[in-house]
């Protein structure tokens, strides 16, 4: 199984942080995440206290893989989450998609190939949230 990074939502952590903020200050959505595009350092300290088992709030997003796999590979996957979608595009290629929160569960709870390149696309679309459930798991 092979995944390659296609799009995600701009702005992800952003998004997600003014969803924390939304819910626990009277401000806007509209005023957070202005404030927040301007101050990463803000949106990272939000997503570093952030408690994943609350994780509606990393619902706010899409992230789209061209993925290279077999039929068999494809179904094993979407027994792994029900949240995780896949379409056939032609052969053994497929579009896999999925939010925030699902990816978080898949790689910290599985291990292997999917696990290692959902976990390395993170650098990419959420290199905070990255550092929280990636940079920081003991592989032993």
């Not at 056939?88 to 579009?95: A, V």
């Amino acid at each position: 199984m092979k995944l390659e990074l296609m799009s995600f939502t701009p702005h992800l952590e952003e998004i997600i942080a003014t969803a924390v903020l939304t819910t626990t200050t009277g401000s806007a959505p509209s005023k957070i995440i202005q404030r927040l595009s301007k101050n990463p350092e803000k949106v990272r300290q939000v997503l570093e206290g952030l408690q994943l088992q609350h994780g509606s709030v990393l619902e706010h997003n899409r992230i789209n893989w061209l993925m290279e796999a077999s039929s068999n590979e494809v179904l094993d996957l979407l027994l792994v989450s029900m949240f995780l979608r896949a379409t056939k595009l032609r052969d053994e290629f497929w579009l896999l998609s999925a939010n925030l929160r699902t990816v978080v569960e898949v790689v910290t709870s599985e291990r292997g190939p999917l696990r290692d390149a959902m976990l390395e696309s993170m650098k990419a679309f959420a290199p905070t949230m990255f550092g929280c459930v990636g940079g920081n798991r003991d592989e032993s």
